[in-house]
């Protein structure tokens, strides 16, 4: 919105020509999702607690978490509203590829709002039911599924000034490695590519869908979701500037993305509202994210790696969220066939908190290795 207000009177102010760089526009929405979470945070924890919808712990976790009984969940309202409203003001909205993600996130974000609202104001304990909970979620991932492969992303209508003045300065038909619509990069393999073609449908619905369920398995702990997924938002996000500029595609050896780049102010948004949610999850938790936030950080973390073409290296950057659905997987799978356990608990933060590390012991260490797989991640930019 603001491109559109102020970036046409640079001619007459030269501070405007500020709003056609990306990485201003990605900063500001940045620093305004995390003012609009500290403004908004204590005004919907108050709502939600004059309310009194709280978080209802399992009688069979950890000890520790039963004085977590009645803490305000449904937090994800605060991500996205931060995530929103920042990318409104901040971001193109012409471009597809910011549409793309932020859509992913918002419908996402409803799915575990309707989730969180049958648990704590309807009092079903198991809130939406798993079926209809994955049809609204695979819905989305055909959806966008069939949107890249019939339409695939043209991101701005040219290179021009308002994509980024002074950096898109490659001609475009030397700096492009073209990709097909149906095909995804491989990590650390130069010029590798997979074609799915008609199945590649098919597997964006699954990459979607599963990395927002795997976010919301990971979110157990006092800003363990958050944190780790503010290493992976920030992550793609710097993949999709990189990509998204010809001089830097073209020197990587990756395609080109036309417009891409602009998601750099949708991950900006992203990271500025997960700092800000910290600030109230950090532990011990004012408030939780619930399914509102920990789906739509998810659909973010997913569309983001969709439209970047980097969804096998997700499976790296989003490592934490792999080895959270591997714990319960190989717990669920190795208790049905021998009626034991291999962890004492699943998802594998509990069985942590169980062998006697603290709950912010297992967070911290979590978030390091992410950051460590986030590192990973970018550098198979380079590597290969």
């Known amino acids: 919105m603001l491109y559109w207000l102020l970036y046409p009177l640079r001619d007459s102010i030269s501070l405007f020509n500020l709003f056609g760089y990306i990485t201003f526009r990605a900063a500001y929405a940045t620093v305004t999702a995390l003012l609009i ?29 039963l004085v977590k009984e009645g803490t305000p969940t449904m937090g994800g309202l605060i991500i996205l509203l931060s995530v929103i409203v920042p990318t409104l003001l901040w971001g193109r909205l012409d471009n597809q590829y910011l549409l793309l993600v932020l859509v992913s996130t918002v419908w996402m974000g409803l799915i575990g709002l309707l989730d969180d609202y049958l648990k704590v104001m309807r009092h079903c304990s198991k809130g939406l039911i798993g079926r209809y909970k994955l049809i609204g979620q695979f819905a989305l991932g055909l959806a966008v599924g069939c949107w890249l ?39 650390f393999v130069k010029q590798a590519r997979i074609d799915f073609g008609i199945l590649y449908i098919a597997f964006v619905a699954l990459v979607l869908a599963g990395t927002s369920n795997a976010v919301n398995l990971t979110d157990g702990l006092d800003g363990l979701a958050t944190g780790t997924s503010l290493v992976s938002i ?16 073209s020197y990587l050896q990756f395609p080109f993305l036309l417009g891409a780049g602009e998601l750099a102010v949708f991950a900006g948004a992203a990271a500025g509202a997960c700092l800000g949610f910290l600030w109230f999850n950090a532990p011990p938790a004012s408030v939780f994210m619930g399914d509102t936030g920990s789906l739509a950080l998810g659909g973010a973390i997913g569309a983001l790696a969709v439209a970047t073409k980097s969804e096998l290296l997700l499976a790296i ?31 594998i933060h509990h069985h942590f908190e169980l062998l006697g590390w603290s709950e912010s012991k297992v967070v911290i260490r979590f978030w390091i290795v992410a950051a460590l797989l986030g590192l990973l991640g970018l550098s198979t930019l380079k590597i290969r």
Request: hydrophobic letters at 40%; zero cysteines.
């Open 37 to 65: 979470a500290f403004f908004i945070g204590p005004v919907i924890i108050r709502f939600l607690r004059k309310r009194q919808i709280g978080q209802h712990e399992r009688s069979d976790g950890p000890g520790t978490h």
């Open 149 to 187: 492969y019939f339409a695939p992303l043209a991101g701005n209508a040219s290179p021009g000034p308002g994509v980024a003045p002074g950096i898109h300065t490659v001609d475009l038909e030397q700096g492009e490695t073209s990709i097909s619509p149906s095909e995804t990069t491989v990590p």
């Open 234 to 249: 920030m992550t793609f996000g710097v993949m999709a500037y990189l990509l998204g500029n010809a001089r830097f595609a």
């Open 317 to 347: 950057v989003g490592g934490i969220f792999v080895i959270e659905v591997l714990s319960v997987t190989i717990q669920v799978g190795h208790f049905r066939r021998t009626g034991r356990r291999i962890f004492r608990m699943a998802p």
